[in-house]
């Protein structure tokens, strides 16, 4: 009797290490969308990690341009291991809103032990599988809608050859910009897919707790930055 209850907690050891190393071994991927068309824009966010048994998305139908203000309708929805839960609601960026976040910037980085080193080993790990970025652009001018484009084309050659210094490129970016000489127009479209594996989030989790400094309150200071 004891030898078989050995083997039943062996057995049931090594399949718990399986299932770890199954799960360390998965990818975290988060799928980028961002669509504008004349003063209409959308805009989608999902992660997916566990082999597909967590899923997050924000989905954003509509932004507006209210002064200096903008107005979000956003659509959450998260699934954990078939577990489905989803809300709406009612969001804004104003000044207020960006020095708020600014303000939380700036206390992560005091709570936080040399927090750009950690940033910067995070990004190294990210694989970069997809960026594509179309764009038809016109101004209404022949002359002008030219050198529109050459600027467009400029910025996204600018953008992707900065990104590229801080992640891994795994895919042949696709860039295009389409002049358009007949009418004002303008409309954007950008897929990105970044990939990271759930053993390198998880071991920079645990580096990030490391770096808090001691009696600065730094895992409270994270949770009410990442999740308020």
């Given at each position: 009797?004891?030898?078989?209850l050995y083997?039943?907690?062996?057995a049931?050891?090594l399949f718990?290490?399986?299932?770890l190393l199954?799960?360390?071994a998965?990818?975290?991927r988060?799928?980028g969308?961002?669509?504008?068309?004349g003063?209409?824009d959308?805009?989608?966010?999902r992660i997916?990690g566990l082999?597909?048994?967590l899923h997050y998305?924000?989905k954003?139908?509509?932004?507006?341009?209210?002064?200096?203000?903008?107005?979000l309708h956003e659509?959450?929805?998260?699934?954990?291991a078939?577990v489905?839960?989803s809300k709406?609601?009612?969001?804004?960026?104003?000044?207020?809103?960006?020095?708020r976040f600014i303000?939380k910037?700036?206390h992560?980085?005091?709570?936080t032990?040399?927090?750009r080193?950690w940033?910067?080993?995070?990004?190294?790990?990210v694989?970069?599988?997809e960026w594509?970025w179309?764009?038809?652009?016109?101004?209404?001018d022949a002359?002008?809608?030219?050198?529109?484009?050459?600027?467009?084309?400029s910025i996204?050659?600018?953008?992707?050859g900065?990104?590229?210094?801080f992640?891994?490129?795994?895919?042949?970016p696709?860039?295009?910009?389409q002049?358009?000489?007949?009418?004002?127009?303008?409309q954007?479209e950008?897929h990105?897919?970044?990939?990271l594996?759930m053993?390198h989030?998880v071991r920079?989790?645990?580096?990030?707790?490391?770096?808090?400094?001691k009696?600065?309150h730094?895992i409270?200071?994270?949770?009410?930055?990442?999740?308020?």
């Amino acid at each position: 009797m004891p030898g078989n209850l050995y083997g039943l907690m062996t057995a049931a050891g090594l399949f718990f290490l399986f299932l770890l190393l199954l799960a360390l071994a998965s990818p975290v991927r988060v799928y980028g969308k961002l669509t504008r068309k004349g003063e209409l824009d959308h805009i989608d966010v999902r992660i997916v990690g566990l082999y597909g048994l967590l899923h997050y998305k924000v989905k954003i139908p509509q932004m507006k341009l209210q002064g200096a203000m903008i107005r979000l309708h956003e659509q959450i929805s998260t699934n954990r291991a078939g577990v489905q839960h989803s809300k709406e609601q009612q969001g804004k960026i104003d000044a207020e809103n960006v020095q708020r976040f600014i303000e939380k910037l700036k206390h992560a980085v005091e709570v936080t032990d040399n927090l750009r080193g950690w940033v910067k080993q995070l990004l190294k790990k990210v694989q970069l599988t997809e960026w594509k970025w179309s764009t038809t652009v016109g101004v209404g001018d022949a002359m002008w809608t030219a050198m529109t484009t050459g600027a467009v084309w400029s910025i996204k050659t600018t953008m992707l050859g900065v990104i590229s210094q801080f992640v891994l490129l795994k895919a042949d970016p696709v860039l295009q910009v389409q002049p358009v000489y007949q009418g004002t127009y303008f409309q954007t479209e950008w897929h990105c897919t970044a990939k990271l594996s759930m053993f390198h989030a998880v071991r920079s989790w645990l580096a990030l707790l490391l770096r808090l400094k001691k009696g600065s309150h730094g895992i409270h200071v994270w949770h009410h930055i990442l999740f308020k």
